[in-house]
Every structure is written in C-alpha cells, then in structure tokens.
Nanobody, 117 residues
Framework: QLQACGGGLVQAGDSLRLSCAAS????????MGWFRQAPGKDRESAAT????????SYADSVKGRFTISRDIAKKTVDLQMYNLRPEDTAVYYC????????????WGQGTQVTVSS
C-alpha cells in the first residue's frame, strides 16, 4: 500500500514537497513514480525512479523543476517541486511498478496540488 502526503495550495513560483510511504515488502519493487491528473485530462507521468539504481526520468514539462528521490531503508519516494506553475495543478498520485510487470499498478490515494497565479 502507498500513502501519499504533502499537497496543498501554493502560489506560482513556490516550492512543495510530496512524500509517499510504502508499507509492506518492497523487494520486488522495480520502480516508483509520481503521476498527476488535472481536471479533464488523463493521468500522466511526472517523474519515475528505478528503486534499486535510483535512475530517474522526468516529463519534459517538469524537467529542471522537479526532483524525485527515494529512500530504500525508509521505503519512501519524494517529489521535490520547485518553481511551480498553475499548469502543475493536479491530483498527484504515487505509483509502484513490480518486477515482471509492464506497468505501474499500485497506487496511493492521491494528493491535491493547486498552484495559483
């Protein structure tokens, strides 16, 4: 299970940090990531990170502004967001992908991020 927290209402240019804690075993976790869904839009990947190597990937829209990190011992994955823009407004979901699976299938409950202009 994944538990996300850290969302809120901020102004454009502000920073915000999201955190996701995984309960249970993570030894079969291939990757974790942060996804977001804005009203009327499909869920999209913001940033993902391979659990063991720490290799991270970012959507073009957040490159240079967002940083994803993970702590294997604490079983957490964080998303540090800088220079937030109104278009970053969305519900952010933490997701996990298991070894042998082709997609992210485990999801947290989502946390709202609202950026005012």
């Amino acid at each position: 299970q994944l538990q996300a927290c850290g969302g809120g209402l901020v102004q454009a240019g502000d920073s915000l940090r999201l955190s996701c804690a995984a309960s249970g075993r993570t030894d079969r976790t291939l990757a974790m990531g942060w996804f977001r869904q804005a009203p009327g839009k499909d869920r999209e990947s913001a940033a993902t990170i391979f659990w063991n190597s720490g290799y991270a990937s970012y959507a073009d829209s957040v490159k240079g502004r967002f940083t994803i990190s993970r702590d294997i011992a604490k079983k957490t994955v964080d998303l540090q967001m800088y220079n937030l823009r109104p278009e970053d407004t969305a519900v952010y979901y933490c997701g996990a992908r298991t070894l042998g699976r082709s997609a992210f299938e485990s999801w947290g409950q989502g946390t709202q991020v609202t950026v005012s202009s």
